[in-house]
């Protein structure tokens, strides 16, 4: 008699419930409380945990004292199980959805230099075109949207990608590329300087987005390669409303998008002092997870957004 394969092991074993016990077990910390949190004996749990180890033969926690520790396979599983649970619940809200009459539900993540109205009219648009699609929208910097791709917590996001080894895992539709400009507020020294140096820059205070972010990535190279000190960061900030605000009303210098900045001149609040930045930030894309099954919302969604792009003169 044949040895079942280890594939065959897991779907005929592997139950929803031991995934939600495992869960709550990284969670928890505790068999005990994990068992009561899933409405489940101490004995029941153990079993199933138990059977875990079996079916991926490896040890998955270390017991002691102090709880249950999880091994590096537990931390590698963990990953792996929080995208299976988000699958799982996306399959409940998508039936709900259907039961109700729904055509589809969208989760997308924004960035927020996402350039105005392009988010509002292809929502508009496709409202009316499909009066029972669902959006919920969700803003975060780029690293955030990516961990919500990639852990299934979002369907789609609007974001920039600059590391080829995440590229390669990703389905990315390019829509726009926008330049930054360099802003202060009106009647800023700097704004009144016939030429602007990079060391003069660093000099001053800025508001910038958070330190990893592509964006504060892109500005420290930009400084590096013009033989400049990195800026001086008095603020991080993302929202680029509070940034366009905090500028305005003080003496520290950022970086908004080419769109913003104009709203900014035109209100008499800012003034670009560097328009030239030399090297083109990387485009805005949508970016969803590659090797899953589609649901038809989403190539309605990246059809008209490249539309409403193109007709804004972004692309």
Request: hydrophobic share 45%; aromatic share 4%; proline share 5%.
């Amino acid at each position: 008699m044949s040895t079942p394969s280890f594939d065959k092991l897991l779907t005929s074993r592997l139950r929803v419930k031991h995934l939600d016990l495992f869960s709550s077990v990284m969670d928890l910390g505790s068999l005990r409380r994990a068992a009561d949190a899933c409405s489940m004996t101490q004995p029941a749990a153990t079993k199933l945990v138990h059977e875990l180890e079996e079916m991926f033969a490896a040890v998955l926690f270390r017991r002691d004292k102090r709880g249950m520790e999880p091994t590096h396979h537990a931390d590698v599983l963990q990953r792996h199980v929080a995208v299976l649970m988000a699958d799982v619940a996306r399959a409940q809200e998508e039936m709900s959805l259907a039961s109700q009459g729904g055509s589809g539900h969208v989760r997308l993540g924004v960035l927020p230099s996402l350039a105005p109205g392009l988010l509002t009219l292809s929502v508009v648009r496709l409202l009316d075109r499909y009066p029972r699609l669902r959006f919920t929208i969700h803003e975060a910097n780029t690293n955030e949207l990516l961990d919500g791709v990639a852990r299934n917590e979002l369907d789609v996001t609007c974001g920039r990608i600059v590391e080829r080894s995440a590229a390669d895992e990703l389905r990315l539709v390019e829509v726009y590329d926008e330049p930054f400009v360099i802003v202060a507020r009106a009647g800023h020294p700097t704004a009144r300087a016939p030429r602007v140096d990079w060391k003069a820059l660093s000099q001053a205070l800025w508001v910038l987005p958070a330190a990893g972010t592509p964006m504060r990535n892109f500005i420290n190279g930009l400084f590096s390669r013009h033989r400049a000190f990195r800026p001086l960061v008095a603020v991080e900030c993302s929202a680029l409303e509070k940034v366009a605000h905090l500028i305005a009303g003080s003496d520290m210098l950022g970086l908004l998008p080419r769109s913003f900045a104009l709203r900014g001149e035109t209100s008499g609040e800012l003034v670009v002092v560097k328009r030239d930045l030399g090297d083109p930030f990387v485009p805005v894309s949508l970016i969803s997870r590659r090797q899953v099954k589609r649901p038809p919302a989403l190539d309605v969604l990246e059809t008209m957004v490249c539309i409403v792009a193109g007709e804004l003169g972004l692309r």
